[in-house]
């Protein structure tokens, strides 16, 4: 299973994994794909430096990627302490009530960041700039296009720029940005994600664009690759999936929590970052969702209001409440194997599928 994107990228099977772990992005480009670390959660850029230069190595050479979160305007922004006196009291009455009421306890010590920093478009930035001091192949933005500058700093590096959408409009813009890649994220998708379904939108997608296209949002096996493929995308980008794999380091709580869920129980929301986001469903959505709960804040506002709270929900380790974007591929999520075994299957399943579809014609 090759597309023209593995040329371009130097891989060996067309997917592209994404995840918040080094040891899952290390994994994934080790097992012919390309892996694509997730930065927002590095508020220190020295730290994001230490963890790029152990995939340098963990890699084995093979190619990786990151992922920032950076809008293509660059926006306004105060020292974290004015953009925390902007929150309204109401909303930290209601979270603070929220946690107390869902039996959540405080912290053991305090949280030291005020906030996911990576949220930040100046963060965001600085992330970028410590990518150009590595050998990444690919630098990929969550809410499309990066600024010009940025798109200019990549491809002076030589290195591709990829921006998800949501819509075929949206993709039509990027690629006029200078986006190399445009990734066609489908409803289906954990995160931040838009309104269209993935089985509309990839072939809406590769209609209105000349670059490769990569079919995401729901995708976790072999016969949606093929899918993806038969829709016109060059290959496919991945996320929830890796969350099971045995590479994640995660909670007992929270591992309980996804392969436990179904497809039906995720809900997309503007409580985790204040963009829509498919969330594991639970009760700590739900007490958003409820009556009389307040409005999600816009970003960065919103992750600022929840971030600790997310740190207490986490710790707690409870099942029920651990706050987790998942996409709808969670119900397939029922076993824990490694990331190589997971991609062997994908190719597999996926051969199989084409060369079935083959014999039919």
Not at 43 to 58: P, Q, R
């Amino acid at each position: 299973m090759r597309t023209d994107l593995c040329e371009t990228l130097g891989i060996e099977h067309p997917i592209v994994g994404f995840s918040p772990s080094e040891h899952v992005v290390a994994a994934i480009s080790r097992a012919g794909g390309l892996g694509v670390l997730g930065c927002v959660r590095f508020n220190d850029a020295g730290e994001l430096d230490t963890v790029l230069t152990w995939l340098d190595e963990a890699t084995g050479g093979r190619p990786y990627g990151v992922d920032v979160v950076m809008p293509g305007h660059e926006p306004t922004e105060g020292a974290v302490t004015d953009l925390t006196r902007m929150i309204p009291a109401g909303h930290r009455d209601f979270v603070e009530q929220t946690l107390l009421r869902l039996g959540v306890p405080p912290l053991e010590a305090a949280s030291s960041r005020p906030g996911v920093l990576g949220w930040l478009h100046s963060v965001a930035r600085s992330h970028v700039e410590v990518a150009l001091r590595h050998p990444v192949r690919l630098i990929a933005n969550a809410l499309g296009p990066p600024p010009a500058d940025v798109i200019a700093q990549a491809h002076d590096h030589g290195l591709l720029v990829a921006a998800l959408a949501g819509r075929a409009d949206h993709a039509r813009s990027h690629v006029a940005s200078g986006v190399d890649i445009v990734v066609a994220q489908g409803y289906e998708a954990g995160g931040h994600t838009g309104e269209i379904a993935g089985m509309v939108l990839v072939p809406e997608i590769v209609d209105a664009v000349d670059v490769p296209v990569l079919a995401a949002g729901g995708i976790g096996s072999g016969r949606q690759i093929a899918a993806a493929l038969a829709l016109g995308a060059r290959g496919v980008w991945m996320g929830s999936v890796w969350l099971g794999t045995s590479e994640y380091r995660s909670s007992p709580g929270l591992r309980e929590a996804l392969l436990r869920a179904t497809s039906g129980d995720t809900v997309r929301s503007r409580i985790y970052s204040g963009k829509p986001a498919r969330l594991l469903r639970n009760r700590w959505t739900e007490a958003w969702a409820a009556d009389g709960a307040p409005a999600a804040l816009p970003m960065p506002l919103q992750n600022l209001l929840v971030s600790e709270a997310h740190d207490r929900l986490m710790a707690s380790d409870d099942p029920t409440v651990v706050p987790m974007p998942v996409g709808q591929i969670v119900g397939r999520m029922n076993e824990v194997r490694p990331v190589a075994a997971v991609v062997a299957d994908l190719v597999a399943e996926a051969d199989e599928t084409l060369t079935r579809i083959h014999k039919l014609l």
